[in-house]
């Protein structure tokens, strides 16, 4: 979608997302109050394959959760639609945007369930190959696409340069999908690409990895997950428990048989069979570990990107 952060075509998606998930919304309550449907935004990203497996292997239907899933391109633009209650769960959820909103009082945030810590390769800098760029170092002051300015992407990679004592770039905002295109077009010099598209990119232009995206010190660290809101998780905590443990359960699968994945991801986003083979996956945690979430906060904070301590512990949903 060219030009996805533009005002004018986030509003044209965010319309799309609450015309799609607003005709039921007057039947996701039963006659004795419990609400069994459930409306979920999700990335086509390999973050979301825990929802999609939960789905597929009857999961969530194991928990008497009917799950309507509404893909998105980004997870901010489902933000109003969750602070309406239009959505209940924002699957996927880059963790630095809702955790900036919950600080600033403009969404009060739960986190139901951990979707990704990174992992090697999941996420790589990438430069043509015929890039004059050939050392991390040359990164100093030249354009990298992002998904979302001063996001995870941008936190990961200058604790990365900062660790090897690199200079940062300067950061420019790209949809995931249009990266490829505009590094072919030479309107970056570098792009941070997450899979699947990272995968594509290499394929389609024999883009170079300059850099893994998931070196020290940033291994492992928490990066998305399935959120809603305070109201939501008060006022349902058993189809919040419920989806809770689906999602935990497909997250075991993920882990336990990569090639679930693998298969799943045909199904929700735009790579083929033999590409899904050779994607690198995210790790996918099966439980909440609020000590691994400190690790994103603390480093939130080092960035500038929260101006409080935050305990992460006070966010979950038990």
């Known amino acids: ?5 533009k005002p004018a075509v986030v509003l044209a998606a965010l319309t799309l997302l609450l015309a799609a998930c607003g005709d ?28 999609y497996l939960a789905r597929d292997r009857g999961l969530f239907e194991k928990e008497g959760l009917d799950v309507t899933i509404q893909p998105v391109q980004q997870s ?4 109003p639609a969750l602070a309406n209650g239009q959505v209940d769960v924002i699957a996927s959820a880059n963790y630095v945007t809702f955790l900036q909103a919950d600080e600033k009082g403009t969404l009060d945030v739960r986190v139901l369930a951990e979707g990704v810590r990174v992992a090697p390769h999941m996420m790589d800098v990438l430069v043509p190959k015929d890039s004059g760029i050939k050392s991390v170092a040359d990164l100093a002051g030249k354009k990298v696409a992002v998904n979302i300015l001063n996001n995870i992407q941008s936190l990961t990679l200058n604790a990365i340069l900062d660790a090897k004592g690199v200079s940062r770039p300067v ?5 995931f999908p249009q990266m490829g295109p505009a590094l072919e077009r030479d309107q970056v010099d570098a792009v941070h690409a997450v899979e699947p598209f990272d995968s594509a990119i290499q394929g389609d232009l024999k883009a170079k990895v300059l850099l893994d995206g998931g070196a ?31 999602i935990e359960a497909a997250s075991k699968i993920a882990t336990q048989d990569p090639d679930a994945v693998r298969q799943e991801l045909p199904k929700y986003t735009k790579v083929t069979a033999g590409q899904a083979e050779k994607i690198r996956l ?6 909440t570990d ?7 906060t603390e480093l939130m904070k080092k960035q500038g990107l929260l101006k409080k301590d935050l305990d992460p512990a006070t966010l979950l949903v038990k």
């Open 1 to 5: 979608m060219p030009g996805i952060g």
């Open 76 to 79: 901010i633009q489902a933000l």
């Open 171 to 175: 950061y420019r905002q790209i949809a």
């Open 24 to 51: 039921d919304k007057d039947d996701s309550d039963s006659a004795g109050g419990a609400r069994t449907k459930l409306r979920v935004a999700a990335l086509p990203l390999t973050d979301s394959a825990a929802l």
């Open 216 to 246: 020290a010190p940033v291994e492992s660290l928490p990066i998305s997950g399935y959120v809603t809101t305070q109201k939501f998780a008060a006022g349902h905590p058993k189809e919040a428990a419920a989806f809770r443990r689906a």
């Open 282 to 287: 995210p790790s996918y945690p099966a439980t």
């Open 290 to 296: 609020a000590a691994q979430l400190r690790r994103l």
